[in-house]
């Protein structure tokens, strides 16, 4: 086997790009408050169903990108400034409805901490023996949330995710999580009732529109894109067929090494600027301090030591029924990803047990 590059020598090499812009972290995120909120007008102002409806796409993908900035902000790598990278993240958030603290925690102290491990994430898979002890229930809930569909990421992440983990505390989470989560749910639930007040009193103040419609289009389609959006990313970016999962804590220095469980989706520059670069996840993973606008430069770089050993892709729709096709579950001892019937549908993805069945 090709020998890899080390994970000190891969820092090394990205920590260059690992310098925040604060004038260019600003414009990006007013830019896309400015785009959410101008699709939060046109479903209020816009004569119409068309560009009311249009406004609500917007709206919702333009939340979905304001909480990839979210995300920087709260690696503290979106601009020079410790207090306006949280400011922004606070904000960036609230179109989802993401607690910050509970955010920091999952996200931080969690997947980061533990990527692809056996822990609560999303998509975490289940091995055969914990699908066959499901209840018939829990079974059709599983298939049903794997399933070959792009209209199931929204309800998965919003009943698997965001309600369990990322809107208020939980009694499983530490203490001091829960004290300092509880003003952010008081931010959260003031927010979304001063809100749907506004919309439900739209007709006050606007004659193209209903109560309900304005409720429908300006709060709960958005909330449904965004989502669905930000849940399918997160699917693409730890679940292909060459990304291995694993029992307890990963190795990080071996077959849990952060750019070899983390998938890079290949975009054209123009679409990939316009989600924030987003996709160049596995540089992310190997450096969280380099910031959303100089992760496609630091991608190049990452995918040009690893050299085979890159898990890097073109996007399209192929892709994701591929993948949503072969896994389904994960085979924790021979490290492959398995269907539900456990019969393999990729071959083994751990380096040290593919190197052990070639000395073998």
Known sequence: M??????????????????????????????????????????????????QVLGSLVAGLKGATLSTIGHDAAHNSFTRSRRLNTLIAVVSLLPGLFNYKLWVYNHHAIHHASTNGKHRDAYTPLSKEEYDALSPLGKLRERFFRAPSLLLFGPYFILERWWSD???????????????????????????????????????????????????????????????????????????????????????????????????LNLPRWSSALMHNVFNHAAHHVHPAIPCYRLREAQTKLNEMLGPYAVSVPFSLALVRDIQRRCKLYDYENHRWIDFEGRPTTEVLALSVRREQLTS
Not at 3 to 8: G, I, Q
Not at 23 to 47: E, H, K, Q, S, Y
Request: one cysteine or more; charged letters at 15%; proline letters at 7%.
């Open 2 to 51: 090709d020998a890899l590059a080390s994970v000190s020598d891969i820092r090394k090499a990205l920590a260059g790009y690992a310098v925040p812009d604060t004038r260019r972290g600003v414009m990006l995120f007013l830019l896309d408050l400015a785009l959410f909120l101008a699709g939060i007008a046109t479903v209020l102002f816009a004569p119409g169903w068309g560009l």
């Open 166 to 264: 990322k809107f208020f505390p939980r009694r499983h989470m530490p203490a001091q999580v829960q004290r300092a989560a509880w003003p952010y749910f008081g931010l959260l639930v003031g927010l979304l009732v001063s809100y749907s007040a506004l919309l439900l009193c739209a007709p006050l103040y606007s004659s193209q529109t209903t109560s309900l419609r304005a409720l429908f289009l300006g709060l709960i389609l958005p909330f449904f894109v965004l989502h669905s959006v930000f849940s399918l990313s997160v699917y693409l970016m730890h679940t292909h067929p060459r990304v291995p999962w694993f029992k307890g804590r990963p190795d990080i220095n071996g077959d849990g090494r952060q750019e070899l469980v983390t998938v890079h």
